[in-house]
T-cell receptor, first 116, second 115 residues
């Protein structure tokens, strides 16, 4: 049981290049999230998914796209990378639960992206 | 949308002393408040959470209190140890549709426990 994994761990891009970050979870979780973490800014939600085939915008969605073609995978794409997208990206997942129970989000190890 | 303020941004305590981190939130509909601990270079991990129908929750040396009227909640760590040194994040959440419960995080508190 690997939990939440992210690929790659590190990446350096030039401005204008594109890339896809992969998040995978083996806990059969319904909900998946992508965050970015910048110094002094906490974690900010980029996009999220409430189930296979669904995606929705979070707090800072501009410049990113996502897809959830399989329940276990959530992809984050940067079509034309900009220096402002230099950040650490975390994926998280959460299982479905009744009421308020079981709201813990499980985070992946993160991807450190630098755009030059 | 929700706004979460967290204070202080840095906190240094002597080993064995207590540490308190405070957060306020803006959306009165928020009903779930987790606290995450993030060690340097690692992923955030949940350490304790509280629901809006509870005023206080304890787990060994950590406790969280919630004041819904004032819209603030706090993390208390007693008998601090060097391994408590990390960045702590508070968050607030409500059901934003289809059970999504999006988290809005505070900006974090860097806790240093001095041996």
């Amino acid at each position: 049981n690997a939990g939440v994994t992210q690929t790659p761990k590190f990446r350096v891009l030039k401005t204008g290049q594109s890339m896809t970050l992969l998040c995978a979870q083996d806990m059969n979780h319904e909900y998946m999230y992508w965050y970015r973490q910048d110094p002094g800014m906490g974690l900010r939600l980029i996009h999220y998914s409430v189930g296979e085939g669904t995606t929705a915008k979070g707090e800072v969605p501009d410049g990113y796209n996502v897809s959830r073609l399989k329940k276990q995978n959530f992809l984050l794409g940067l079509e034309s990378a900009a220096p402002s997208q230099t950040s650490v990206y975390f994926c998280a997942s959460r299982g479905r639960s009744p009421g308020l129970a079981g709201h813990e989000q499980y985070f992946g190890p993160g991807t450190r992206l630098t755009v030059t | 949308g929700e706004n979460v303020e967290q204070h202080p941004s840095t906190l240094s305590v002597q080993e064995g002393d207590s540490a308190v981190i405070k957060c306020t939130y803006s959306d009165s509909a928020s009903n779930y408040f987790p606290w995450y601990k993030q060690e340097l270079g690692k992923r955030p991990q949940l350490i304790i959470d509280i629901r809006s129908n509870v005023g206080e929750k304890k787990d060994q040396r950590i406790a969280v209190t919630l004041n819904k009227t004032a819209k603030h909640f706090s993390l208390h760590i007693t008998e601090t140890q060097p391994e408590d040194s990390a960045v702590y994040f508070c968050a607030a959440s409500k059901n934003s549709g289809a059970g999504s419960y999006q988290l809005t995080f505070g900006k974090g508190t860097k806790l240093s426990v001095i041996p």
